[in-house]
Nanobody
């Protein structure tokens, strides 16, 4: 099992910055992709950004050029630097990891508990 603990959410005015961090712990063989998703009230959960173990990144069009995802494989952490925040970025942000519990096991999806990000205009 993989436990994901997020930190760094909060409230900020439009144009400001926040940094989210997520640490993975537990018993697992390997972690493949890690990333962030978000869910605003009344909306579906959506992908924000992902990063593979090799460092390849993928971003939602809505955050390209404003958000930067990074990963430390030695510490099993993933961070999301969010700049030029907009009110529409307001959501609960969830850390996600795709991990293999054993060398022969399937890759499973794990989620953190979520952290609130609120951007006021």
């Amino acid at each position: 099992q993989v436990q994901l603990v997020e930190s760094g959410g909060g409230s900020v005015q439009a144009g400001g910055s926040l940094r989210l961090s997520c640490a993975a712990s537990g018993r697992y063989y390997s972690i493949n992709a890690m990333g962030w998703h978000r869910q605003a009230p009344g909306k579906e959960r959506e992908l924000v950004a992902t990063v593979t173990s090799g460092g390849s990144t993928n971003y939602a069009d809505s955050v390209k050029g404003r958000f930067t995802i990074s990963r430390d494989n030695t510490r099993n952490t993933v961070s999301l630097q969010m700049d030029s925040l907009k009110p529409e970025d307001t959501a609960v942000y969830y850390c996600n990891a795709q991990a293999r519990p054993t060398p022969w096991g399937n890759v499973n999806n794990y989620w953190g508990q979520g952290t609130q990000v609120t951007v006021s205009s």
